[in-house]
């Protein structure tokens, strides 16, 4: 059971880094108009500022589980409301992916390592959708939830910073996939809505 629940949980995370973000779009923009380096720069900010939100999400809840577990139930159940949330925001917006090169401002790499990491940092919505995501995949009734949650903390980084920093290195060639297919939108727009849905009806059936 520990391993098919970890195992949905990196294909879970997988599917939501691969699918268009203000994060691996930022990733995409910066690796175009500044080159590799910088782009592969602001992918350990974000993935440093990641670590912030595991701990605060690991501490707060594993103390609210110690302290009641129907309370953690419907931190479970609100969760997977927020997640179909986002699914259905998902399904309104634009399918097309947009970005522009134009006016982009060329940082060193210093400086856009410390803006992936502010700009993941101070998003609250990064530890409501971590608040979310994470209690779904809690794997174990006996290891620490603590430690459970730096696990799947660890996870996420390590998957997320594959696929970014993937999309840092390959930048010139999916943007040219991007504006040949439109229909590569699509597709990731309804991978997101299958991945948030699908977690989401684990819980709630």
């Known amino acids: 059971m520990m391993i098919e629940t970890l195992l949905s949980f990196i294909l879970s995370t997988a599917a939501l880094a691969v699918s268009p973000g203000p994060d691996n779009i930022f990733v995409l923009t910066q690796s175009i108009v500044n080159g590799k380096k910088y782009g592969l720069a602001t992918v350990l900010g974000l993935m440093t500022g990641c670590?912030?939100?595991?701990?605060?999400?690991?501490?707060?809840?594993?103390?609210?589980?110690?302290?009641?577990?129907?309370?953690?139930?419907?931190?479970?159940?609100?969760?997977?409301?927020?997640?179909?949330?986002?699914a259905y925001q998902v399904y309104k917006s634009d399918a097309k992916i947009a970005f522009s090169t134009e006016n982009v401002e060329k940082k060193s790499t210093k400086q856009l390592f410390k803006t992936g990491f502010w700009m993941n940092v101070l998003n609250p919505k990064v530890t409501i959708f971590f608040l979310a995501f994470f209690p779904?995949?809690?794997?174990?009734?006996?290891?620490?939830?603590?430690?459970?949650?730096?696990?799947?903390?660890?996870?996420?980084?390590?998957?997320?910073?594959?696929?970014?920093?993937?999309?840092?290195?390959?930048?010139?060639?999916?943007?040219?996939?991007?504006?040949?297919?439109?229909?590569?939108?699509?597709?990731?727009?309804?991978?997101?809505?299958?991945?948030?849905?699908?977690?989401?009806?684990?819980?709630?059936i």
């Open 51 to 86: 670590i912030i939100h595991t701990t605060l999400v690991a501490f707060g809840v594993s103390e609210i589980i110690k302290a009641n577990d129907h309370l953690f139930f419907i931190i479970k159940l609100a969760g997977a409301v927020y997640l179909l949330y986002l």
């Open 136 to 204: 779904q995949f809690l794997f174990s009734k006996t290891i620490s939830t603590v430690y459970q949650f730096y696990v799947l903390g660890g996870l996420f980084i390590l998957v997320s910073f594959v696929i970014f920093s993937t999309i840092a290195i390959l930048a010139g060639a999916i943007s040219d996939a991007i504006k040949k297919n439109e229909k590569i939108g699509i597709y990731l727009k309804w991978l997101q809505i299958i991945v948030f849905t699908a977690i989401a009806g684990l819980i709630l």
